[in-house]
């Protein structure tokens, strides 16, 4: 392991697609949602690339011909299919071991993500995942992205500067925000978004697996 100072004392991570591996099933339960309540269900393509966003701001934007009026029961179906297949989730292999490593190096690690609060937490007060997270913002508790306000949040609550806070995310979304914080990104491309949009964003680097994310973290972070 890598000796030198740290770049990076807070390192922040998007959830599902890049911790997480949720993308299809996020993507089937967006479609299912919206054929529900009547709509025109959007290709895996649009599907995917809400991902990250706040849940109702998603779900809007995939189902442009849903009434306003709906979308609480938009919500709702979206929650009900979610819920259904939730213990088909798991983090991608190698996660737990790229997250202790940071850790042994003292790097404070957080969360910024589309998801709720009630949600997310479900998930970090699981056995493996108890005591990981120095802290998380979830969508419903600020600003969904790309706007910066998870991210600024989150470097306020622990003294940080951008220059020293790295945002790790799948989509454009992450990127945008990490952008719009002033802080420096690594693009992740097994998630949600083709990685070929990442670029006009500057990301330092995009990582093909979680063994790449690693490698590239316990050299440059």
């Not at 004392?9 to 529900?36: K, M, P």
């Not at 622990?158 to 990127?175: A, K, Q, S, Y």
Request: hydrophobic share 40%; with cysteine; charged share 20%.
């Amino acid at each position: 392991m890598s000796s030198r100072p740290r770049q990076y004392d807070l390192i922040a991570f998007d959830w599902d697609g890049t911790l997480f591996d949720s993308t299809a099933i996020i993507t089937r339960c967006i479609q299912n949602a919206v054929r529900d309540v009547g709509g025109t269900v959007p290709g895996d393509k649009e599907a995917a690339y809400v991902i990250g966003m706040g849940l109702m701001q998603a779900l809007a934007h995939a189902a442009p011909d849903v009434p306003a009026d709906k979308y609480p029961l938009l919500g709702e179906r979206y929650r009900f299919h979610y819920m259904a297949r939730q213990n088909d989730l798991s983090l991608f292999a190698g996660v737990l071991e790229l997250l202790a490593d940071l850790k042994q190096r003292h790097h404070w690690l957080a969360v910024a993500t589309g998801k709720s609060r009630r949600g997310l937490d479900e998930v970090l007060h699981t056995v493996q995942l108890k005591g990981v997270f120095n802290g998380s913002r979830t969508a419903d508790e600020t600003a969904g992205k790309p706007h910066p306000r998870m991210l600024q949040e989150l470097m306020r609550e622990f003294g940080v500067e951008p220059e020293r806070t790295l945002m790790i995310g799948d989509t454009t979304h992450d990127l945008q925000m990490a952008l719009n914080a002033g802080c420096p990104s690594v693009g992740v491309s097994y998630g949600a978004h083709e990685p070929e949009a990442f670029h006009a964003l500057q990301p330092l680097h995009v990582a093909h697996s979680v063994r790449d994310l690693h490698d590239w973290l316990l050299h440059n972070a």
